[in-house]
Each structure stands twice: as structure tokens, then as C-alpha cells.
């Protein structure tokens, strides 16, 4: 049989965690499975609202028990939706199975290690897609292998990385007692990880190369990134412009409108994602921090936040800033007018940057991003992390700082140099024949014989 047609004729299932920030990476990674000749269905489960989602690729909903409006703890939700997909997922697949195109591979996201299980039953192969670093599953491997957490001491020496502080560590990993649930499923994350025939990074190989190197010894690692709209990086897949999913409704052509009236290099973009939630006191510090600055900005504020903000800020900074609800990411970064972007520096929004040379001043909040953000200053070199005090809130004097250094100051115009290399390494990445795209196409010749 000719490859091209046992290519078409092998179907890949992939399947995100009902979240934003998960969905939208896997679904970019489902174009490019496409653009090898794949056929590929992304399930997707009635909590999300799948209408946002791009046509272009077929996708099929499946029952998650979840009701967006219902205030249910976080173990409790967990262990709701596990228990209804586990049902709900294998029904698909057998309906599939009894189709002209029956599912051959299910790719699924590591932070649903049980669906790994699903997989086996059925006689799918199993990859697991990991939307974090390769840095911050290290630490999560290395941690299970005997090290004490809470960790004891001022840092976590590891073998593969720069010596961690505690405040850089992710927060399951520096306090683990208050997350029980996630760090019971980061340890089945771990133990499964041993299992997969594939584990695929959103990330690239020269961006993580000491830890890639690491995790090889212990698992076939392949990174397929940055999982970025492909008119952003190289550009092959034509008008792919589209991430995916939006929660929540853009205000994109009011963004860009504003934009064009900018300078170059001359506007702060404030985004702390689809989840994160800052504190009263800290958005007040914020929002004065960036007026003291005396840059234009432009700042997401979600409907929810908006009473955080200070009375009459809006009207009183209307000659400098631009609030909006949400705006697609990718196309503000790569505007000519964005001099920095202040994140979370949630794992997409920092590779988003990178992949636009776009210099970064991190405030990180939780879960991955404390260690992101390390990597932002320390590593890669392309931005400033914003120093809090006692209580954990970053002054605005702290932050009316950070952005002058990034704007300003000479050791913004060397993340802007940074930036732009990490920008050109990872164009390679996906290029024909980079890294990324070479993993993908042996991800798909070994699919094809399997």
C-alpha cells in the first residue's frame, strides 16, 4: 500500500482538557497533523462553548458533566468529569470504530493521565500532549523521585537546569498540601509518563535543549513547537491565522485600530490570560504603576475584573490606554507598535512572545508560571520579573520601574535582541526540516507503520 494513502487512512483522535489554554495548542497541533495527510478529530466536551472553534477541522463533542454556571470545588469537578468522559469517551471511539475511518491513535492531554487507560482498552495507541514546559515536567519528575516537598532549604539544586529558588518553583511543587487534588494527578501525570510510547512538548529543542536532553533518558520526547497559527511563524499553512477557541468575545479590530496610531515599540500589552485573578490591592498597583510609567498601554481586563479597577482610571488614563475584554494574543503581539508585554506568563502568552521577539515583564501568579518566569529572566534573557513585597504584591513604584527598564533602559534594547532569536529559532522549529517539524513527521511515519 502506497504511504500517502495508509497516511489518509490513519485517524488520530486528540483530546484537550476542556480549557482554554490547553484546547487551543492541541487544536494548532491538529492543523499540522492535517498538513501531513492525517485524518484528525478533536473532541471536544459540552462545557466549552465549541461554535468559537474553527471550522476547518472536524470536531465532535462528548458529555463532561460540568456546568460552567455550578460552583463545585476543584476535586469535586476533577473527579465529575473523569468519571462521566470515562463513559462518554469510549463510546465515541467505539461509534468510530464502526466507521470507514475507525481511530487508530488517541492523543490526549498529560493532564488527563486516566485517559491513557482508555487508550489501552481499546486498542489505541496513546500519546500524551503536554501544554507545559519540558523545564516544569522535569521538576515534576525529579520531585517524585524521592525529593522532600514542601522543599527544605533556599533552592532545589536539579542536574539540567539552573538552581531554582523556592519562589521560582511551581506551586504544586512549593505547596503541595494545598493543592492535594492536582498533586495526585501531577503524580499520575509522572507514572504515566513512563508508560506512553510518545510524549510531545509544546515547546522546541534549542529553547530547552539541557532539559529536552534530561527527559530523553527517561522517555521518547518529542517537541512539536511552538504550536503557534502558522501565518505567525512560518507561514506554510496559508491563511492560518486562527488560534481557536475564545471564552470570551475579542475586541480585536478595536486593538488593532489603536495600534496602528502607536509608534513603534512604544506600547505596554497587559494580559493575565483567560484564568488568572488579580487582587483588589494589587490591580490598584498596577493600574497606577502603568500611568506613573507614562507609556501608552493596552490592557485585557475581563468583565469579571473590571470592578478591581480604581474609580474613574479608565476616563482618567484615556489619552494612554486602551481597556478591552479580550483580544486575540498573538495578532496584538506581533503588532509593530508592542514594545513589551506584561504576562502571568502562563506557558502560551511566554511562547506567544517568544515566538514575536516580544520582551516580557513577568508577574507570575500560580501553578507553572513562578518557573516560567524564571526562565523569561534568567535563560532566555528576554524579560524582568516584578520583585513583591511581604504580602506578594508587586508596588508601583516596582512595576513603574520594570517597564522603563524594558522600554527605555539598554537592558531592554538586549531582550529585544534576545527576543528576536528566540524569535528566528523558533520559525526554524516548524520550518521544513526543523526540529518541530522533523518530530512530527517521525510522530507520523511511526503512526503510519504501528
Known amino acids: 500500500m502506497e504511504r500517502g494513502k495508509r497516511v489518509s487512512e490513519t485517524h488520530v483522535m486528540v483530546f484537550p482538557s476542556p480549557v482554554q489554554s490547553h484546547i487551543n495548542p492541541m487544536l494548532q497541533f491538529s492543523k499540522r497533523l492535517i498538513s501531513k495527510g492525517l485524518k484528525v478529530t478533536l473532541v471536544a466536551t459540552t462545557s466549552i462553548d465549541a461554535k468559537s472553534m474553527p471550522t476547518s477541522i472536524n470536531i465532535e463533542l462528548i458529555p463532561d458533566g460540568l456546568d460552567r454556571k455550578e460552583k463545585k470545588s476543584v476535586d469535586a469537578s476533577m473527579q465529575l468529569f473523569e468519571t462521566v468522559?470515562?463513559?462518554?469517551?469510549?463510546?465515541?471511539?467505539?461509534?468510530?470504530?464502526?466507521?470507514?475511518?475507525?481511530?487508530?491513535?488517541?492523543?490526549?492531554?498529560?493532564?488527563?493521565?486516566?485517559?491513557?487507560?482508555?487508550?489501552?482498552?481499546?486498542?489505541?495507541?496513546?500519546?500524551?500532549?503536554?501544554?507545559?514546559?519540558?523545564?516544569v515536567t522535569a521538576i515534576y519528575h525529579y520531585v517524585s523521585q524521592g525529593v522532600e516537598i514542601p522543599v527544605k532549604g533556599p533552592t532545589l539544586p536539579m542536574p539540567f537546569m539552573p538552581p531554582l529558588g523556592i519562589d521560582d518553583l511551581p506551586s504544586f511543587v512549593k505547596d503541595p498540601g494545598s493543592y492535594p487534588a492536582v498533586w495526585s494527578l501531577i503524580s499520575k501525570q509522572v507514572s504515566t509518563f513512563?508508560?506512553?510510547?510518545?510524549?510531545?512538548?509544546?515547546?522546541?529543542?534549542?529553547?530547552?535543549?539541557?532539559?529536552?536532553?534530561?527527559?530523553?533518558?527517561?522517555?521518547?520526547?518529542?517537541?512539536?513547537?511552538?504550536t503557534i497559527p502558522s501565518m505567525y511563524l512560518d507561514k506554510r499553512l496559508e491563511d492560518d491565522k486562527d488560534y481557536g477557541l475564545s471564552l470570551f468575545k475579542p475586541n480585536t479590530d478595536t486593538c488593532v485600530t489603536w495600534l496602528d496610531t502607536?509608534?513603534?515599540?512604544?506600547?505596554?500589552?497587559?494580559?493575565?490570560g483567560s484564568m488568572a485573578s488579580l487582587g483588589e490591592e494589587q490591580m490598584e498597583e498596577l493600574a497606577w504603576g502603568?500611568?506613573?510609567?507614562?507609556?501608552?498601554?493596552?490592557?485585557?481586563?475581563?468583565?469579571?475584573?473590571?470592578?478591581?479597577?480604581?474609580?474613574?482610571?479608565?476616563?482618567?488614563?484615556?489619552?494612554?490606554?486602551?481597556?478591552?475584554?479580550?483580544?486575540?494574543?498573538?495578532?496584538?503581539?506581533?503588532h509593530k507598535a508592542v514594545g513589551c508585554f506584561m504576562t502571568h506568563c502562563g506557558w502560551n502568552s511566554t511562547l506567544e512572545a517568544l515566538s514575536q521577539g516580544v520582551p516580557m515583564i513577568a508577574m507570575p501568579c500560580w501553578a507553572d508560571q513562578p518557573t516560567n518566569a524564571k526562565f523569561v529572566e534568567d535563560v532566555w534573557e528576554v524579560g524582568v520579573r516584578v520583585k513583591v513585597d511581604e504580602k506578594g504584591i508587586a508596588k508601583r513604584e516596582e512595576i513603574e520601574e520594570c517597564i522603563r527598564e524594558v522600554m527605555e533602559g539598554e537592558r531592554g534594547n538586549e531582550m529585544k535582541r534576545n527576543g528576536e532569536?528566540?524569535?528566528?529559532?523558533?520559525?526554524?522549529?516548524?520550518?521544513?526540516?526543523g526540529s518541530s517539524d522533523s518530530n512530527i513527521e517521525e510522530f507520523v511515519a511511526q503512526l503510519v507503520c504501528s
Open 194 to 226: 513512563q508508560k506512553v510510547k510518545w510524549a510531545l512538548f509544546n515547546s522546541f529543542d534549542k529553547l530547552e535543549d539541557e532539559v529536552v536532553k534530561w527527559l530523553a533518558n527517561h522517555q521518547s520526547v518529542k517537541t512539536i513547537g511552538p
Open 421 to 433: 532569536k528566540w524569535k528566528e529559532l523558533g520559525k526554524e522549529a516548524v520550518d521544513e526540516g
Open 290 to 334: 502603568l500611568k506613573r510609567s507614562n507609556s501608552y498601554f493596552l490592557w485585557v481586563v475581563r468583565e469579571s475584573e473590571e470592578e478591581k479597577l480604581p474609580t474613574n482610571f479608565v476616563e482618567e488614563t484615556s489619552e494612554k490606554g486602551l481597556f478591552v475584554s479580550w483580544c486575540h494574543q498573538v495578532e496584538v503581539l506581533a
Open 262 to 272: 502607536k509608534d513603534i515599540n512604544s506600547v505596554v500589552y497587559v494580559s493575565f
Open 85 to 135: 468522559v470515562s463513559q462518554s469517551l469510549p463510546e465515541l471511539i467505539e461509534k468510530h470504530s464502526k466507521s470507514d475511518h475507525p481511530a487508530n491513535v488517541l492523543v490526549y492531554d498529560a493532564s488527563m493521565p486516566w485517559a491513557h487507560g482508555i487508550a489501552e482498552r481499546l486498542g489505541l495507541v496513546g500519546a500524551a500532549f503536554f501544554t507545559q514546559s519540558c523545564a
